[in-house]
């Protein structure tokens, strides 16, 4: 990014921030959440534990291929945050690079596919609106600049608006191959991501656990998340988020430290393992316990 477009994205933060007050910022805080990674890891096993399996791993491999996406540019600009800049802008902090924002991209995917299971015109209203307001959060917190912002917006929207167009075509594709195939299909796609993301393999375990999951999820466990009344779906919820911790911070406890050659593919493994959890583990579990059925087709 050129030096005139830092210095005008930082004009724009000091005007942003011309209204702030210790109740807006906290407000902001809150908003600034609601497109967090933290945001989805409880949003999206609701989805697939509970409500629709077949939308949650389609939600989640979308979202978390646009978030890796997201990383592969930030990584290769590396551009620094505003705050970094200017330190006096900097009502929050961030510790990865600025361009572009992955809230604003993340909430515009999340929104704009969420879209689709919402009733009209509320569905379209929070896939414009709710990116809009994140987007606005990170650029007066002073963690992003507007075009950061404008960009997250662009590419979020595009990956949504391609995947209600094509998705269910490249679904009746995968759907027909062998699970041979897809397992093969799914190991050098994530070889090749994190490649090109050699430094954060976070976001390719989770996403090659997650889809490897799914694979199995769906030929032998065929778990059904329409299921059940609130009571069940609730107990799949709290069962499954039990476990899910467990990986999480069980797999941190034994993982070797940052900076050991090791750190980078342990992080993976856990990361993979999170992911096979919610797409196979807990579902196969929830059936096992009775929690939950197979789809009877």
Known sequence: MTDSLVTWGLDCIRSVQTVASPALTA????????GSEYFYLLILPVIFWCVDERFGVRFGLVILFSTWV??????????????????SVGLSHESTYSFPS????????????ASQKIKN????????????????????????YPTDVAIGWILGWSFAVLWIVLGKRLEMSLARLQRRVKVILI???????????????????????????????????????????????????VLGAVGLVLIYFGGKLVSPKQGNDLYALFRFI????????????????????????????
């Open 27 to 34: 407000c902001m805080r809150v908003l600034t959440l609601m």
């Open 70 to 87: 997201n990383a592969a540019i930030k990584q290769a600009v590396a551009l620094a945050r505003p705050f970094t800049v200017d330190p």
């Open 102 to 113: 992955n809230h604003a991209q993340g909430s515009a995917v999340f929104w704009g596919l």
């Open 121 to 144: 015109p509320w569905g379209l209203i929070l896939a414009v609106v709710v990116p809009l307001a994140i987007g606005f959060s990170r650029i007066y917190l002073g963690v992003h």
């Open 187 to 237: 190991a050098p796609l994530t070889l090749g991501m994190n490649a090109l993301t050699a430094n954060d393999t976070n976001l390719t375990g989770v996403f090659f656990g997650t889809a490897l999951g799914s694979v199995f999820m769906f030929d032998m466990v065929r778990f059904d998340a329409s299921e059940g009344k609130a009571g069940k779906k609730l107990l799949r919820f």
């Open 270 to 297: 856990r990361y993979a393992l999170v992911g096979a959890w919610v797409s196979l583990g807990a579902p196969a579990l929830f059936v096992k316990l009775g929690l939950g059925a197979r789809h009877s087709d």
